[in-house]
């Protein structure tokens, strides 16, 4: 499975799709013009990796701020990865939040509320 690696820019994050180690990270900031054409790639990429993951993916998610749109999209990405967990593949997000922002923790409360794949809360602290 190729690796997929986009750098990150003032408005898309760093994303790493890395099949070969099981391993999904985005990054950064998520307010691209057009969320639905950057995110796009990203979850056909998804779609392939769903017929042979490995035993264990684990997802990296740092995002300081996203829109409204690339919410939608980051629903999708996980909804993927939900379809990959129940077939009975291991998965597991990590959301990292900066220790003040309840935005952004709140957000990942959400994501787990309706996806039902186990989330790890990350604080970080500065």
Request: net charge negative; proline share 5%.
């Amino acid at each position: 499975m190729e690796t997929i690696i986009r750098e990150g820019s003032p408005k898309t994050p760093y994303v790493r799709l890395d099949g070969g180690n099981g391993v999904i990270e985005i990054k950064g900031r998520s307010i691209p013009e057009n969320s639905v054409e950057f995110y796009k790639p990203l979850i056909e990429w998804l779609d392939k990796y769903g017929n042979s993951p490995l035993e264990l993916t684990s997802v990296n998610v740092q995002l300081e701020y996203f829109n409204t749109s690339s919410s939608k999209c980051i629903l999708d990405i996980f909804k993927k990865l939900e379809l990959t967990h129940k077939k009975g593949n291991k998965v597991e997000i990590n959301w990292y939040y900066e220790e003040d922002d309840e935005d952004m923790f709140e957000a990942g409360e959400d994501y787990q509320s309706i996806i039902n794949i186990p989330f790890k809360m990350i604080e970080m602290v500065e």
